[in-house]
């Protein structure tokens, strides 16, 4: 079965800090993998996704990750955090049948100073 | 890119009533949605699967007396919360996928209901 961690509950950044959130799966083909925000009493707005092909992929507002096989991990990485990127990150695994749904990671709640 | 509105996005109602959410796919034919629930400060829990036409597939321990889901049209799936209690309180989000699969799930924007 799929599974998802994220070992950091919350993690505070200075604004224009550099910022990396981690993400571990477990599954046993090539995952599906996703980065998910999340700001206070909204929906869950797209990142970055993952199926294949070059493993350090780019997403909207600054954000990339790197696929790594070997370690199974999916980690979310920004060079220069901005005060707006304050909200939750989920992880996501998604499977190639697609019968069911994505296996999300607990989350990581992210503050920023000013 | 594939929207997904959900309505009422905030809804209070007094304990005993029942409150539905409307789930819909603007820009696509969406032939499964999935329900969740969001407990403060915690992940989504997948609830149940809505297929279009079909009865929905509820998870281990979800009441599917208690939580009604209907998926009658291509864009647009149901979510009947019954005889609401306040332990029903919560953030329920929906989110749509198109037929084939193209790895990617589209979330409404949530409904946060109160239950009184």
Known sequence: AQSVTQPDIHITVSEGASLELRCNYSYGATPYLFWYVQSPGQGLQLLLKYFSGDTLVQGIKGFEAEFKRSQSSFNLRKPSVHWSDAAEYFCAVGAENYGQNFVFGPGTRLSVLP | GAVVSQHPS???????????????????????????????????????????????????????????????????????????????????????????????????????????
């Open chain 2, 10 to 116: 905030r809804v209070i109602c007094k304990s005993g009533t029942s409150v539905k959410i409307e789930c819909r796919s603007l820009d696509f034919q969406a032939t499964t949605m999935f329900w969740y629930r969001q407990f403060p400060k915690q992940s989504l829990m997948l609830m149940a699967t809505s297929n279009e036409g079909s009865k929905a597939t509820y998870e281990q321990g979800v009441e599917k007396d208690k939580f009604l889901i209907n998926h009658a049209s291509l864009t647009l799936s149901t979510l009947t919360v019954t005889s609401a209690h306040p332990e029903d309180s919560s953030f329920y989000i929906c989110s749509a996928r198109t037929g084939e699969f193209t790895g990617e799930l589209f979330f409404g924007e949530g409904s946060r209901l109160t239950v009184l």
